[in-house]
């Protein structure tokens, strides 16, 4: 029970607007001792995401979970408006009860508050009386059994015959969270739902009437239901009780842990590289072989050849670059760009005019330099650098194609599902294969970082790498297991391994389906902070297939996809259709749009942009959009047309400095009120160091910041993100990024702003734990990580997460970051 004293009752108090009111309320608490006044600024944040009119003239701010630690002492202030304040359209509060609970302290006076609800008289009286006490009398009194106030009926006679018991298992009983959480199900159905609590019986499709029960937490309820999908009504609801009610991380299921399988069998041992257990027949991998002839006779005709073999070769790798980075996100397309860059290496280009200048066929020449220097680089000592080789030999490989006389042994495609074993496979090896014939992937080269490994995880494709030649001596077809977890090949295995085999694949399954079947669960810590879970996209399908993966919205939309592969810029309106389907598919969850992000890196033709000599330091992102308001205007005009379609908000890419902000501000004002527009947040990315050092400053005049991790990483450690060698090395979980991200972060959180992440690091499960320990409130991520992030959130305690992010960043190396 939590005590109203005098101190935290205003009257007679006056306010412009909501938001005011809100501050006024929240001063109170601040004031008396209950709440830290960061708690304020959530009370304000979460206005943007939920609605705390309750009805009847009273409004109930409250912070968010995440922010709970703000608060000393549950305690509740009680602010009277006399005159009203306009709360949302239509909605006008009289009485402000401002909420600070750590837990369910505050159970019983909700219930009494709803009882006042109900009556509009007391309510009237309230908001003009000149005494205290009246409030505190109201509020706190122990108030009978439910037939003097719930005015709901409570004898026997109203229960139905169709029910179930079930306790409470949330962290603070049936509260508004919950309890809304309990009426969404409920309104599911056609059939009465009711719900008893000792003596008081509540409507189950009523939040007042539900928050009228008092039930706190561990309470026993009774949820009735009376009508044509009765049972199914007290199926839902009774699991969804069970649990939390969105309330409390569900306690995963035992299959929630990954299987470990022991077997008789021999093994051929490698390193573990993509989870999971496959049992199929036995392929190995071919490639073509490639005939050139050794000489030629005409070195001019050789050398044209080679060049258009080069430029066809990079025209394919664009294309490659662009479809695997619409099927599988920009990360994995990376290696595309590097190998373009390959082909453009002047050492490679000269050895092998050389060679076709002593006589030699272009196609000759070409392997023969190629071959050269990957057998350099695989003799480095740095195992990263080492495997960059391969990618050597793949890009070698596709200009060869090009160059050659005949193709003998094309490979025949597969049409079976198979465990594929190869010496190792490239980039565009990957790229050729249908992944819903390949179960489970073996190489006998390779490390945990090579690109084999990379792109079985993302298709979540059981993988060994670096079994060793024994691999590639296997009989073709023949049956085998591969164990993703443990590295282990058994060529032979028996039937009792099979039997085992298959059921840790089931425990998989399961597994996968548990996280899928929860994909609509919030990420709630099992000491009670959510997570936001939202996703990336980059085209106008796939906000629906966000929200169908369990998407709470959209963090980062990149609106590139509208500008490129085009003649002429999109139009203000082809934008807003564009936008406005997004915020249709969306139904009411929020999307942010990142204005143009786009540089001298891409080819625009229509922008004629010069070419730069450094364009990932050029003019890109918002100093393209300032320099250009024949782009910038018409999409800050579509986006705000939209905004009114749905719930928008602005982000603007590569802010370096305040004056940037400040201006892309300014435009995008003008063009507000241009429009008569209403005002949308504007918040900006944070992927340039300055921008870190300069958060406070920032924090003024942005509403929240994006943490870009991957520009971030390539400017904070200065590591070209697609560069052949040095990308994987640019880890964004080194300390020094996340060190950045600390100071984003309490710079922020100081200045009563969000942070969020949409950077590659966040749908990275270990990057997304220690986010969420550095207090990153919402993660944006690809839709294929969000079950599995989501999921493994709800397994963490906030309090873990905090205490491994403080000792990543104590460490001195990515490595040892992982290692943790
Ligand atoms: C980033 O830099 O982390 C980011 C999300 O933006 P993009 O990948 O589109 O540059
Ligand atoms: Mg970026």
Known sequence: MIHLTQGNIRLNAQARDKTEAIRIAGSLLVDSGNMQPGYVDSMLLREKVANTYLGNGIAIPHGL?????????????????????QWNQGETVYLVVAIAA??????????????????????????????????????????????VNTGAPADAADDFAKWVDVSLTGPAGLHARPATAFVDIAKRFQSEV????????????????????????????????????????????????????????????????????????RAIAGIAASPGVAIGPLRHFRRERIVVAVTANDAAHEQTRLQQAIATAKLQLRELHDEV????????????????????????????????????SAGWAWRQSVDERALEVASLDDALLKERAVDLQDVGRRVLRLLADTLEEEPASIAV???????DLSPSDTARLDPTMILGICTAGGGPTSHTAIIARSLDIPAIVGAGPAVLHQAEDSLCILDGDTGNLYPEPGDGDLAL??????????????????????????????????????????????????????????????FLQRAEPPSEDEQFIAYSAMTRALNGLPLIIRTLDIGGDKEVPYLSLPAEENPFLGVRGIRLCLARSDLFRPQLRAIYRAAATGPVKIMFPMIATVEELRAARTIAEEVRVELGAAVVDIGIMIEV?????????????????????????????????GHPSLARQADAL?????????????????????????????????GAMILAGLGVAELSMSIPSIAAIKSRLRAQSLADMQALAKRALACQSAAEVRAL
């Open 325 to 360: 980075k619409a099927r599988s996100g920009g990360a994995r397309a990376a290696i595309f760009r590097a190998h373009e860059e390959f082909l453009d290496d002047p050492d490679l280009v000269d050895a092998t005019q050389r060679l076709i200048g002593a006589g030699h």
């Open 734 to 766: 080194h300390p020094a990024v996340l060190r950045m991200i600390d100071m984003t972060v309490k710079a922020a959180t100081a200045a009563g702003r969000w942070v969020g992440v949409c950077g590659g690091m966040a749908g990275d499960p270990k």
């Open 501 to 562: 085999a298959r059921q840790a694949q089931h425990e998989w399954q399961a597994l996968r389906e548990a996280e899928r079947l929860a994909c609509y669960q919030p990420a709630i810590t099992t000491d009670g902070y959510r997570i936001e879970v939202v996703a990336n996209i980059g085209g106008a399908a796939e906000a629906e297939q966000a929200v169908a993966a369990g998407a709470e919205g959209i963090g980062l939309l990149r609106s590139e996809f509208l």
């Open 689 to 721: 160091p300055s921008a870190v050092l300069m958060a406070p400053e920032l924090a003024v005049h942005a509403d929240f910041f994006s943490v870009g991790t991957n520009d971030l990483t390539q400017y904070v450690l200065a590591m070209d993100r």
């Open 417 to 423: 599902p198979v465990i594929l074993v190869a010496e």
């Open 65 to 85: 979970p995440k922010d709970r630690e703000l608060i000393i002492q549950t305690g509740i202030s009680v602010t009277q408006f006399p005159d009203g304040v």
């Open 194 to 265: 009711r719900v008893r609590h000792i003596s008081k019986v509540a409507n189950g499709k009523s939040l007042v009437s539900l928050l009228k029960l008092g039930a706190d937490k561990q309470a026993s309820i009774r949820i009735m239901a009376r009508g044509v999908d009765e049972d199914a009504a007290l199926e839902a609801l009774a699991a969804a009780v069970r649990h939390g009610l969105e309330d409390e991380a569900e306690a995963p299921p035992a299959g929630f842990a990954a299987p470990t399988l022991t077997l008789q069998a």
């Open 102 to 147: 750590r837990s369910d302290e505050h159970i019983e006076l909700l219930a009494n508050l709803t009882d006042v609800l109900d009556d509009p008289e007391t309510v009237q009286r309230l908001a003009r009386t000149s005494e205290p006490a009246d409030i505190i009398e109201r509020l706190t009194q122990p108030r009978d059994g439910g037939s």
